[in-house]
Each structure stands twice: as C-alpha cells, then as structure tokens.
C-alpha cells in the first residue's frame, strides 16, 4: 500500500535544480476527519513554489524543510472520504496538493469537477490559477473594454497567454513580449495575439514600437521591473498596469523590484497590485464565464506534460530556466 | 516706467537659497499680440519651482539660465489689453506669471477672476494649483467617498490641507503627518484633520497606529517614498495611493525615488499618478464646487505671505527648507 511523492533532498540555497529533488515511497496519508484522500490524476509546477521552497514568496514562510512533500495543485480523485460532500470517484481541484501519488485535502480545501466540463487538465492552466490570474487581472482589476490594446509580457507562458486571449475576447487588441522564435509562434499562431515580440532578438525595442498599433491602455506584467518599464514608457497616459508576479525575482539574490515613481506620475498611471488568492471565492463565476470559451477553443493554454511522477524533478528545472513552452503539468494517474 | 523682477544670480547647482537672487530694474514688458499686460498683485512661491530652475522638474527642461524671470502663477490686474476678452481693470490668475511688478500673459493663459468670489489670494491657495491637486487627487482620481479613511503627508502643506479638508466635505476620516508641534496644530486645529501626527516626534510610527480609526484606504502622498512606504505599510487591502509629488525629491542629488513592487502587490493597492496640468481645463468645475466650501470656512488654507517683491527669495528659501507654515505668498501691490 506505498505511494511515491517528491521531496527535496536537501534545504534549498539556490533556485531548485532536477538533482534537488528525490522520489521516496511513503505510507499514504490518513483521511481528515471532514476531508478526503485522494488518487493524484495531474499535478501543476508552478513558478511561485520554486520561492515558497526557498522561503521567498512574499515572504510568508521559511525555507521549506527536507523530505517534505512539495505544493502544487492537483487534479485527483477521491478514494476515501469523511464528508459528505465527497463520494469516492468524484473528481477534484485542490490548490493544497503535492508531488505525490495520493493527498490528504482537509475539509474546505477541495472543489468538485464537472468531468464534462472541459479536459481534467485545463483546471491547472486555462481553468486553473493561471486563467483565474488572467481573467481577474482582465476582467476584473482593469476591465478590460473594446478601447483597450493590451501589452502582456510572458506572452507564452499560461497566465500571459490567458491574458491576451481574454482580452481579445473582450475586444481589445493584444501585443506579447515573448523569448525566442518558437514561443513567439506559439502566442500568435495559437494563442491568436495580434502581434509577438522576441525580447531576445536584436534591436528588439524597435520591433515592439513597430508591432503596437498604438500606445498600451494596458500593461500587464508578469516578469521583471525592467521589462515594466520598457512597456510602461510605451503606454497612454492614464494606461493602467496590472502587477502580478514580477517571477524573475522569486528566485533573484538581489534587492526587491522597485517601481520607477516618475514613471508612474509622468504616465499618470494606475497601478494594480493583483493577489490572485483573493479571487479564490470567485472561482465558479470565472468558470461560468471561460468553460465555454475553452470548450469553443478561444480560451487554449499550451502544455509542457510530464507522464509520470519521475518526471516532475526535471520538468520542474526546466521551467526554473524559461525553457519550457506552456503550463507545465505532471500527469500522475489515468481517471479510472 | 522701470519695474522690479526677481532674478537668478547665478545657474543654479544646488537647493536655492535667498542669496541666490537678486532684485533687477527692467523695462516693463511688452503687451503680447491677443494678450494683456497686468500689474502683479500676488505671486504664488512653489516648490516644484526649485526644481525647475534646476532643470529637474519631470525631466522636461534644462536648467534655467541667469537673469530670467522666476516663474509663479500671479493674481493680476490688467493695465493694457490687445484683446477683447480683457479690459483694463480686469483682475486674472494665469500659470505663465512671474516674480515681478508686471507681467506679459500671451492669449490663452489668462483666466479672469470674479473678485466677489473669494479673497484674491485664495487663487493661488485653496482656489488655485494647490487647491487644484487636492480636489483632482480626491475627487477625480481617488473618488474618496464616506467610508475613506484618509491618511495624508505634508498634512499642513497646501496640498495635504486641502486633501484632508476636501476629504473630510465628502464624509471621509482624514488623519495627518506633518513636521513639528505648530503644523500639527494647525493641522487639527485650523483645518479640522481627525487627527495629525509629528514625524519628527520619537515613537512617531506608533503614534500613528494609535491615531489611525482603522487602516488608511488612501494614501495620499506628496512627500517622499520613504514616507510612502510607512504610510502604504498600514493600509487597507485594496487601498488606493495618489502619488502627487514626491516633493522632497525634487532637490535630493540622488537616484530618483522607486516604490517597491511588493509592497503594492502585497497591498493589492491601486496606485494612481496626478499630474495637476492634466485638470487645467476642469478649473471652473472645481471653481464651482469648491468655491462655496471656501466661502464657509470649510476649505482653508494658512498663508505665510511676504509683502513686497523684497520678500520674495527669503521666503522662497523658507519653502525649500520646509520652515514656512500655510502657503508662500508674495503680496506685490494693491489691487486699484
């Protein structure tokens, strides 16, 4: 009756390589009284707990300790339950997962799928916190509106590509910054972005101001100040800049990012610090809104699939790096 | 027919001082073509003044050259008039004074002024740039409502005392930081804040926990990021923060003010830049709601007032070192 899950080898004192990590077996977990336990089916690796591991996201926790499981949402499936609420078989998002065969989810921190829905693994990406990012950062901290051209950095990673596809939905006009040729493929070609820069490409600036039909009304920022920045001096006045990750810094020895004051009041801009936790309670009116837009392939999230727990340690450096393309998702289990 | 005007001794390279001035004879200027010529009757001292004769005023000018008049927006009375808009007599407010006996104003920058409305010098204070600010900042750009609490720097300032009055006409909570025993007095006494607090006192910080009903949810800034930051530290999820000035930066040889991205992200915070050229055109929108207020005490602002041009560079020093109380006035003459 052994599981697997992944844990670190060691206390973390740099951003967390393949080698960092190790498969252990361990006893499953026991099942909460008012919770359940569950079959892991897919697992997110998500950027932000590449810092939690370190003890750098916003600094809310410590370093994480050795052999502990390591976080990620989780699509699985219930096996055991002391709710209600649950019947074993049903399908579940948690964001209290872990690298991990099997879960325990404490009362209140799972939500029932509709299997119908959408394919399970779009409720880590298009349906998922990324989405959820996007969709709160578009719709609902800068209301996004027909007027809008929207200029998004990390164009081609799931929480940029979302943005862009949801402000295009919303009528707006959508320009990414993205690295290297194939990502910038990927935001125009299937994303559907108006336009694509390559931010790794010479004389790259020039190409931004080529490719935008005209000032930003709409910053989104993902990655770093400086790239703010760059995009910032391009904007409107009165644009509006959403503020949601900066993750280059979660793993930069550096001090934290700061904001350029002059550039904020010269721009007379609005900035929006956006907190993707806050917009949980919402989660089924997001759903309502983009279900369909996923179902009707408007809303498409590409994805960097790992098959099989094992694969987790390595795909998880990868994406450390930048060099994944899409939502990086372990697939643990088949549904039975 | 000579006049007197105020002038640079020398190019600036630091803060000005009184020395740095001098007091000049000069031929009377021309009446511009569509324009008036008008015979000063109050000038307004600024700090963004300071600045600008350094050149450092948003990166827009080089630095003002010797002998040039200093620039100030007057209350003035039209003495001669190639303009039907005008007559002689007229009194007007225009941004494009000087600090001088008589100024030139070219079409388009004069404003008549209804002497029936308010004292004369109210246009350069409550009814005038600084009066201006604050009602953009909290009418327009904030939007503060009865359920603010509104916490506000450089509270004795002309600007800060008009936040927090303004706020408070719109049913909010206004609490003040200012600098010394006499301005937070005038702050709660004259201006009737909730309450005001000595940054320079020891313990300030605690005593502005102590001051606060509940966390800000607007921070109003004019002063400095340093200040920004403590004021932000406290606020509300979601509060709102107007960035106005960063006054002290204006004259600090040092790199230009940045305002730390996690802070805003951690506050959910929505920062807006104001900029007051923007609402030129809104004047006698703010004229009309504002006047009243001034009229019944409600809106008021101290005046520190030099009179005769005499005055003008050691009260300007006054300003830059943060000495004076109210608002800097020059009384230059009578109105006939």
């Known amino acids: 009756m052994a599981m697997r899950h992944v844990v670190l080898k060691h206390v973390l004192s740099a951003q967390p390589r393949a080698d960092d990590f190790q498969i252990l077996e361990a006893t499953p977990p026991a099942c909460p009284d008012g919770g ?18 370190r003890g750098r996201h916003m600094g809310e926790a410590p370093p994480a300790p050795m052999r502990e499981p390591i976080p990620g949402a989780c699509v699985a499936q219930v096996v055991e339950t002391r709710t209600p609420d649950f019947a ?136 770093s100040v400086a790239m703010l920045t760059t995009m910032l001096s391009r904007a409107a006045p009165y644009a509006r800049v959403v503020l949601c990750g900066l993750v280059d810094q979660y793993h930069a020895d550096a001090p934290p990012p700061q904001i350029p004051a002059g550039l904020i009041i010269g721009k007379r801009a609005q900035v929006l610090g956006l907190v993707v936790y806050d917009f949980y309670p919402r989660w089924s009116d997001f759903l309502a809104e983009a279900a369909p837009w996923v179902r009707e392939g408007r809303l498409r999230i590409a994805e960097d699939v790992a098959h099989g727990l094992n694969g987790a340690p390595a795909l998880f450096e990868k994406l450390m790096q930048g060099r994944n393309i899409g939502k990086c998702i372990v697939a643990v289990a088949e549904p039975s």
């Open 36 to 53: 359940v336990r569950a079959r892991v089916l897919y697992v997110s690796l998500d950027p932000y707990v590449g810092s939690r591991l």
């Open 88 to 223: 074993i078989g049903d399908v579940v998002h948690t964001m209290e997962g872990a690298w991990a065969d099997e879960i325990a989810i404490a009362a209140g921190h799972a939500r029932k799928l509709d299997p119908a829905m959408a394919p399970l693994q779009a409720h880590l990406s298009a349906l998922g916190m990324p989405g959820l990012t996007a969709w709160a950062g578009v719709t609902q901290r800068a209301r996004v509106g027909a007027d809008d051209i929207v200029l998004v950095d990390a164009a081609a990673g799931a929480v940029g590509g979302a943005v862009g596809q949801i402000a295009r939905i919303k009528g707006a006009r959508a320009i990414g910054v993205a690295g290297g040729a194939e990502k910038v493929r990927l935001v125009v070609n299937e994303y559907g972005f108006d336009a694509c820069v390559d931010y790794k490409a010479p004389d790259w600036e020039k190409a931004l101001d080529a490719a935008l039909p005209a000032a930003p009304t709409l910053c989104f920022e993902n990655v």
